[in-house]
């Protein structure tokens, strides 16, 4: 019953992280990142299911995501990033609807219907140092998947750092995601953490109003990782564009149609900003062909 369950958002998430442990941790929860391919770890996302914690924005933000997927699956975000004592925090929760399903028993009977989803509830905080161009930040997260009976916990830790190099207008950090300070006998068991390392450069251009990002992500259980690169360009000073793909597109091609090879696993995205607010519209193509979409909201107050 759980492969029935589960098959249409597997098969997303197939081609991308085989042997990976839970699809959920894959899974994209902010349109921005999702537009930039998964690249863009030193951009400022904070609903984004991976990122850099120590990428600091000193203004004090809410910030709300939505995407959607095949088969009625569906993420929902929210987040808020508030300056506090020498630095800044944050608070942000993530949920993933898998939708509602009947039940049986083990005859094949029927029994109540329930629901199956993950969430998980993060808190953050990041500061500079007073004498290097460096911040630094960690954030810990409540992790809960509930599938019928079955019942997974986790507690997790992520930290990270940054170094901005001023002259040649580039910044380098790297971010240990994912870590598992304690987890239910389910977990231990049943699912697997996705701990992982990630190195990320991000650089302006010289000649192009055009800031690009290179991630190279390290996943502790496969002993596999991706390379991600995306950019955003500025348009105007109330439009920006977002790109991006990955080397996940090798592990997409399915050999089906050429358009399906060279778009696999890319990104695009469109943002407009007025006042205060920012709308984010992102994309992201599978190399099935399947397109998911999604629309996030940024206010400043």
């Given amino acids: 019953m759980v492969k029935k369950i589960f098959s249409s958002f597997l098969l997303l998430f197939s081609f991308s992280y085989p042997g990976t442990g839970n699809p959920g941790f ?27 914690p120590s990428t600091i924005s000193r203004n004090r933000i809410f910030s709300t995501g939505l995407i959607r997927y095949p088969a009625g699956i569906t993420s929902q975000s929210l987040a808020a990033n508030f300056p506090w004592k020498q630095g800044v925090a944050g608070i942000a929760v993530r ?83 994912n870590y598992s300070l304690a987890s239910n006998k389910i977990s231990k068991t049943d699912g697997v953490f996705s701990r992982q390392t990630t190195l990320s450069i991000s650089k302006d251009l010289a000649y192009l109003p055009m800031k690009v990002f290179v991630d190279g992500e390290l996943v502790s259980v496969s002993k596999t990782g991706n390379i991600y690169f995306g950019g955003q360009a500025d348009i105007t000073p109330a439009i920006q564009i977002l790109w991006g793909t990955s080397t996940k597109k090798i592990d997409h091609n399915i050999r089906q149609d050429l358009w399906k090879t060279v778009l696999g696993a890319s990104g695009f995205g469109v943002v407009y900003i007025t006042g205060v607010t920012k709308i984010i519209y992102g994309s992201y193509i599978f190399g099935t062909g399947t397109i998911i979409q999604g629309i996030e909201l940024e206010i400043t107050f």
């Fill in 26 to 52: 894959h899974a994209w929860t902010s349109p921005s990142r999702m537009a930039l391919g998964g690249s863009g770890y030193l951009s400022y996302s904070p609903i984004s299911a991976h990122t850099n």
């Fill in 95 to 177: 949920h993933l609807a898998y939708g509602s399903f009947d039940g049986y028993d083990n005859e094949a009977n029927p029994t109540s219907a329930y629901h199956s989803s993950d969430t998980w509830i993060k808190a953050k905080y990041s500061a500079s140092s007073k004498r290097f161009p460096f911040q630094y930040g960690s954030s810990i997260s409540l992790f809960s998947s509930n599938l019928n009976d079955d019942k997974t916990k986790a507690l997790l830790v992520s930290a990270g750092g940054q170094l901005d190099i001023k002259k040649i207008k580039t910044t380098l950090g790297i971010v240990v995601e």
